[in-house]
C-alpha cells in the first residue's frame, strides 16, 4: 500500500513536469546551487558558504526508497567574509585541510515523508570521523530551458566536535557553539 501511494503522489507530478517516471541520475548544477553553513562566535551570527561541491543523485521516481546520493565537499573552497576566518579553518584544530582535504555525504535510502519532502539516512565524513545521519529535504522537479531539473532544499543541523571540528582552544562551546546550520538549496539536472 505505501508503494502505491508513493507512486500516486509522484507520477502526476512528474508526468506534469514531462519528464519519464523512470530511475534518473541527476548532477549538481553548481551555478545554481549553494550550500551555507551558519554558525556564531562570540554571540554574532556568521555564515560561510562551501563553495565547488559536487554531487550525483540517482533517483528512482517509483522506488525513492532506492536512492543514492554521493557528494564530496572540497574543503579548501571554502568561502567566509575575511581572510584570518578562513586561515583558522583551515588550521588544524578546526578542518585540518592539509590532511582531510574533503568532506562527504553518502546515502543509499530515502524515505518519503510527504509529497515532496523526503529524509535520506546515509553518513557524513569530515576530517576522519564518519556517522551516521538522517537528511530531511523537500524536492520539487521543474522544466528548466526545456529540460527537467530538480529543487532540493534542506536545513540540517551538525554538532562540529563530533567530527574533531573544533580541537584545542575551539573545542570551547561558549565561544563557538556545537550545532552548525547548514543550509542547502541545490538544482540538479538529469545526465
Given at each position: 500500500?505505501?508503494?502505491?501511494?508513493?507512486?500516486?503522489?509522484?507520477?502526476?507530478?512528474?508526468?506534469?513536469?514531462?519528464?519519464?517516471?523512470?530511475?534518473?541520475?541527476?548532477?549538481?548544477?553548481?551555478?545554481?546551487?549553494?550550500?551555507?553553513?551558519?554558525?556564531?562566535?562570540?554571540?554574532?551570527?556568521?555564515?560561510?558558504?562551501?563553495?565547488?561541491?559536487?554531487?550525483?543523485?540517482?533517483?528512482?521516481?517509483?522506488?525513492?526508497?532506492?536512492?543514492?546520493?554521493?557528494?564530496?565537499?572540497?574543503?579548501?573552497?571554502?568561502?567566509?567574509?575575511?581572510?584570518?576566518?578562513?586561515?583558522?579553518?583551515?588550521?588544524?584544530?578546526?578542518?585540518?585541510?592539509?590532511?582531510?582535504?574533503?568532506?562527504?555525504?553518502?546515502?543509499?535510502?530515502?524515505?518519503?515523508?510527504?509529497?515532496?519532502?523526503?529524509?535520506?539516512?546515509?553518513?557524513?565524513?569530515?576530517?576522519?570521523?564518519?556517522?551516521?545521519?538522517?537528511?530531511?529535504?523537500?524536492?520539487?522537479?521543474?522544466?528548466?530551458?526545456?529540460?527537467?531539473?530538480?529543487?532540493?532544499?534542506?536545513?540540517?543541523?551538525?554538532?562540529?566536535?563530533?567530527?574533531?571540528?573544533?580541537?584545542?582552544?575551539?573545542?570551547?562551546?561558549?565561544?563557538?557553539?556545537?550545532?552548525?546550520?547548514v543550509s542547502i538549496d541545490v538544482?540538479?539536472?538529469?545526465?
Amino acid at each position: 500500500m505505501r508503494t502505491i501511494t508513493k507512486q500516486a503522489i509522484l507520477t502526476p507530478l512528474l508526468l506534469a513536469a514531462g519528464m519519464s517516471v523512470q530511475a534518473a541520475n541527476w548532477e549538481i548544477d553548481p551555478v545554481e546551487s549553494r550550500v551555507v553553513f551558519k554558525y556564531a562566535y562570540e554571540g554574532t551570527p556568521y555564515e560561510g558558504e562551501f563553495k565547488n561541491v559536487q554531487a550525483t543523485f540517482d533517483i528512482d521516481t517509483m522506488n525513492p526508497g532506492s536512492c543514492n546520493f554521493s557528494v564530496t565537499i572540497p574543503i579548501a573552497d571554502i568561502s567566509v567574509s575575511d581572510a584570518e576566518t578562513l586561515d583558522y579553518l583551515m588550521d588544524i584544530e578546526m578542518f585540518d585541510v592539509d590532511q582531510f582535504p574533503t568532506a562527504t555525504f553518502k546515502a543509499e535510502k530515502c524515505n518519503l515523508t510527504s509529497a515532496t519532502s523526503f529524509t535520506s539516512d546515509g553518513t557524513l565524513t569530515i576530517r576522519d570521523q564518519t556517522h551516521p545521519i538522517s537528511f530531511p529535504f523537500d524536492l520539487e522537479i521543474e522544466m528548466y530551458d526545456g529540460q527537467p531539473r530538480f529543487h532540493l532544499t534542506s536545513e540540517v543541523t551538525v554538532q562540529r566536535l563530533q567530527f574533531g571540528v573544533g580541537q584545542g582552544y575551539w573545542a570551547n562551546t561558549s565561544t563557538i557553539p556545537n550545532d552548525v546550520v547548514v543550509s542547502i538549496d541545490v538544482y540538479a539536472n538529469q545526465r
